[in-house]
């Protein structure tokens, strides 16, 4: 039987020819032959020489075409090895075996050629010269390929492979120069390749070629299946006819005739979930049918094999079973059996029962009673219509005439038909009435529904079902229930319940009521005692009056006349009138006082408040309510509260009620403060003992003065004068003005910067303990709180204690403190940090060979050296590298001959020897023949004997003749000599 050499399988080939034949290289002197006894000619000489053997070696040519491939050059090497050599005839029977394949010169792309050393390499056996008296009766012997092949000395020798024939020796122990070989006449097949050779096509594949699964090979194209059906797997797949699509098409009616009128989406996904309900995830062979329920591909659906005479039907949703045409057909990725019938699923079901049905939409143009409806919905002009005749599911409580009817009485004289919604607002409402009338996303009949259920309509309003008597009622926002009068009218697109009376939302309650109420502008201006609230509104010009007569909802607590006329009071002489607002700045506080006084969202009536509720106001202000004998009262951020002298009077867009005092939020309250604060160098200036840092700033030149004079908000930590001339002290400096070259200016301006926060006024009670605040100079100062007192922390050891708090500028706050803050910053300039290891070795002359070496390893040590540690290393001079380079010869003059990857793998041995991690080690830590663990692995050893030695794994020790070389990261020792581990000398020797 010939087998189909495929294309798609060459990926495979490529990777079994990965294998290359390893040849043993043997000494001179462990296999000796006798000049007159030992064969002249190698393996493919030999074979060169037989006339039987023509195609082997034509065989080995043909695949030594392929770059990289050297068969020829291996087999004609020392050896030695056992070849299983086939005749002429084997190799026909191969060629024979398989399709396209006449003659050795069809292997001729990269991947058959790849594929024929495969086979050859199976009839390979390297490092021995085995003889037909060295094998035994079921002996397992690898091959050069990779698996095994086995000895069979039934009646001969025999040599199974991986297929059912055995190849038979024809003529053994052919000797040769390098080894033995053995004719056969059968071509060895390991496992590998006959996988490969038998592999078949995919279902896809299977569909294609079979004539009477076109339309199945159709759909699963259009369906968008074919990278699905030719995945991996393994699937089972019942594969309908022609004729089992074409009852479908059928059944389906004359829209239908053939699998192209599947062309919307909605059909497409259909067809997908149909294909999909005819695959099962695992390979069910025929004998493997068993009857119960199976799991599809189409999620949560089954299928039943149902057992029928001697074999098995197929049982889907419908009434209809399938009958089972043809079974065991097998693909690469699965079986196939053919059935007489497409199998639905519940959802193919429920579509063709679909097909028949109206949308809702056409349910009401069809239905009389339900002619205002469609009406509402034409006037509505929303898509309403269009989105009721789509998909859905939707559930709708369609209302009768008479109730649209009865919703005009309701609406008034205005109202007289549904055209008479006409203006934006009227149509808006009309929508919210309709979509409070339509469920989306589910069709719920009235079965489904249960007492006292809540349902979230497209409106975003809910409706509540109420089952009393047998019937189901329908509750809105208003007193009255709806009933429904004919319930469950099925639809395509969902179900439709007719009801009694138009359900009414709140805003459409909201909206009648509004009708008859005035807005709260206009309440405003038609109120005495309100006229200055007017007069505000105006004076701020910040379309307060247009926001106030909009839509809402809005809570506003209105200020009397005699409110205002205090206000004017406290504030002073400059404020006569509310006119006297005329400036930005004041302009903008006048806004912010009257926006305190909106709440917006909420039409809060004084029952809707309770005592000691916060309320967010406009302003992204707080007020607070206090219910106090009966009577509301309003807190603002002042000590005085305003008391409700008329509460509740309602606005078609909020609620009014008036107080007897202008509510101050806080930066109004800040405001007035600030008229009598002076800025932070005015409190400066004027301190007698903040002197010295009036200078420093002065000094420092840097715009500190008018920054600090400026908006701020600032925090200023102050240092007295005594605390600058401790600092001055420190420093050696006799004043301020010796801070005078660039350098110490900068120095200075660091300081005085580490003494400022910028954008908040911080007073005492709002530091906390533990807290870390960032300054103007860019690092953190910390809170400590001990006793009531609060002290500042720097980068040194000794905080600062501030001696007086809270100091109040117009632009912050000062604390007065008793020392100068300096940021680590600072104290790396006086004091500069200790280099870490690598720092030190660069820093030191006679380590620069070292530094060379760590760089030119190029394995990272440079990096791990300059990380935390701790470390010890022991760190050779210059003349130990020079001595080590004069030792390894000629070859290395310098580091820079460390330079292809096995030289600079073992120069980072070498390195990582003088590295000991975990530990930064002293010498007097160091005690005689202590063993110290490398980084490399291996161990050195301290020997103490007049002075500190480090023994390595040679004769020589190394001395330490510079100890105790501290780093931030560890200790270093400086030694006269490179240390060398065993495995470095093993490579070197």
Known sequence: MRTLLQKRNLFLWLFIALFTIVSCDTDDD??????????????????????????????????????????????????????????????????????????????????????????????????????????????????????DITVNLDGGVFIDDATDTDAEVTLPDVLASNGVVHVINK????????????????????????????????????????????????????????????????????????????????????LKSILLYHVIPA??????????????????????????????????????????????????????????????????????????????????????????????????????VETLSGEGPFTVFAPTNEAFVALLEVLGDDYNSLSDFDTQEEIDLLVDILTYHVVAGTAAFSTDLSDGQTIGTVSDDEVTIKLDGGYVFIKDASDDKAKVVLPDVAASNGVVHVIDKVLLPQAVIDFVASLQL????????????????VDALVQANAGLVETLSGEGPFT??????????????????????????????????????????????????STDLSDGQTIGTVSDDEVTIKLDGGYVFVKDASDDKAKVVLPDVEAS?????????????????DFVASLQLKNIVEIAIETDDLSLLVDALIQADAGLVETLSGDGPFTVFAPTNQAFVDLLGVLGFHSLSDFDTEDEIALLIKVLTYHVVAGTAAFSTDLSDGQHIETFQGENVGINIKDGTVHIEDATDTNATVVLPDVEASNGVVHVINKVLLPQEVLDILHPPVPNIVELAQSVDDLSLLVEALIQADAGLVGVLSGDGPFTVFAPTNEAFEDLLHALGNDYNSLEDFDDDDDKELLAKILKYHVVSGAALASTDLYNHQQLHTVQGESLFAIINHGVFIRDKTHVDAKVIGADNEASNGIVHLIDKVLLPKEVLDELH
């Open 30 to 147: 462990e296999q000796a032959f006798d000049d007159d006894v030992a064969p002249k000619k190698n393996i493919v000489e030999t074979a060169q020489d037989t006339d039987a053997l023509s195609s082997l070696v034509a065989a080995l040519a043909k695949a030594d075409e392929n770059d990289g491939s050297d068969l020829i050059g291996t087999l004609s090497g020392a050896g030695p090895f056992t070849v299983f050599a086939p005749t002429n005839d084997a190799f026909q029977d191969l060629l024979d075996s398989l399709d396209d394949f006449d003659s050795l010169d069809d292997f001729d792309t990269e991947e058959e050629k790849a594929l024929l050393a495969v086979i050859l390499q199976y009839h390979v056996i390297a490092g021995v010269s085995a003889g037909s008296g060295d094998l035994s009766d079921g002996q397992n012997i690898t091959t050069v390929q990779g698996e």
């Open 187 to 270: 071509v060895l097949l390991p496992q590998a390749v006959i996988d490969a050779l038998n592999e078949g096509g995919t279902l896809v594949d299977i569909v294609v070629a079979t004539e009477a699964l076109s339309a199945l090979e159709a759909a699963v194209i259009k369906a968008g299946l074919v990278d699905t059906l030719n995945s991996e797997g393994p699937f089972t797949v019942f594969a309908p006819t022609d004729d089992a699509f074409e009852a479908l098409l059928m059944a389906l009616g004359a829209d239908y005739m053939s699998l192209d009128d599947f062309d919307t989406p909605e059909e497409i996904e259909l």
């Open 283 to 384: 390979q069910v062979l025929e004998a493997d049918l068993a009857a119960g329920e199976v799991g599809t591909a189409l999620t949560d659906n089954k299928l039943t094999i149902i057992e029928e005479g001697d074999g098995f039907v197929i049982g889907d949703a419908s009434d209809t079973n399938a009958n089972i045409t043809g079974t065991d057909i097998l693909a690469s990725n699965g079986v196939a059996h053919t059935i007489d019938k497409v199998l639905l699923p519940q959802a193919a079901i429920d579509f063709v029962a679909s097909l028949q049905m109206k949308n809702i939409v056409e349910i009401a143009i069809e239905t009389d009673d339900l002619s205002l409806l469609v009406d509402a919905l034409v006037q509505a002009n929303a898509g309403l």
């Open 518 to 533: 005035k807005n709260i502008v206009e309440i405003a201006i038609e109120t005495d005692d309100l006229s200055l609230l």
């Open 556 to 605: 506003v607590f209105a200020p009397t006349n005699a409110a205002f006329v205090a206000l004017l009071e406290v504030l002073g002489d400059d404020y006569n009138s509310l006119s006297d607002f005329d400036t930005q700045e004041e302009i903008d506080l006048l806004v912010d006082i009257l926006t305190y006084h909106v709440v917006a969202g909420t039409a809060a009536f």
């Open 653 to 669: 867009n909020g609620v009014v009620h008036v107080i007897d005092k202008v509510l101050l939020p806080q930066a109004a309250i």
